[in-house]
């Protein structure tokens, strides 16, 4: 928003004379700056949200977003073959952690933002589950193993931790899977995209 904010500024518009062509010519300036097609639809839906609280608050008669149209999203198309994810696991295999963390995504499912919040108490052995903030997961055989031989190892707290023994972040992970998706020279694939497969 801030963005938005200082190019109305600077264009010395007051707020209640933004009109849908101001609108229109942001979203070309930031397109031409090479923002993606997802960003400029965030940036449209909080433009709308902010421009309707202008209008609830009495400084703007119209909001001008009212007469534009959402950004459509293509879907993305992303694959990965049978062969890169053997590939994939065999280069993550060679740390026992990062193999679970693969496990994890490409076998169970599991989102990168749900992976960081995993806990050893959350993990039930006995009954192959993991619970999750807002799901269970039956675990497969193979990530069961993989989560016996990371856990010798095991104390209190979360499972992904890094080398500092610190709690592995979002951005940790991302780090981590990017720089092992870089090897492949498949930096086409987001992280997420692994529970895709």
């Known amino acids: 928003m ?7 500024q600077k264009e010395e518009v007051p707020w209640p004379s933004v009109k849908e062509r101001h609108i ?3 979203i070309m300036t930031v397109r031409n700056e090479g923002y993606s097609d ?3 639809a965030r940036r449209s839906s ?4 902010f421009l309707k609280y202008l209008r609830k608050q009495g400084i703007m008669i119209h909001n001008p977003m009212e007469d534009i ?3 459509q999203l293509v879907k993305r198309e992303v694959e990965l073959s049978k062969g890169e994810q053997m590939l994939l696991a065999e280069k993550m295999k060679a740390d026992a952690r990062d193999y679970l963390m693969y496990l994890m995504l490409v ?4 989102k990168v933002s749900e992976i960081t919040k995993i ?21 497969k055989e193979s990530t069961l193993q993989q989560i016996k031989l990371v856990s010798e190892e095991k104390i209190e707290g979360p499972i992904f931790k890094n080398r500092h023994g610190k709690p592995l972040s979002v951005n940790g992970i991302h780090f981590i899977l990017k720089g092992y998706l870089k090897e492949m020279n498949r930096e086409d694939i987001r992280p997420n995209d692994l529970t895709k497969f």
């Open 2 to 8: 801030k963005h938005f904010v200082s190019y109305i």
């Open 24 to 26: 229109k010519n942001y």
């Open 38 to 40: 997802h960003s400029i």
């Open 46 to 49: 909080a433009m709308r949200l």
């Open 69 to 71: 149209k959402q950004p």
């Open 107 to 110: 076998e169970e499912k599991i």
């Open 119 to 139: 806990q050893w108490r959350d993990v039930n052995e006995q009954s192959s589950i993991v619970y999750l903030p807002k799901r269970a997961v039956s675990l």
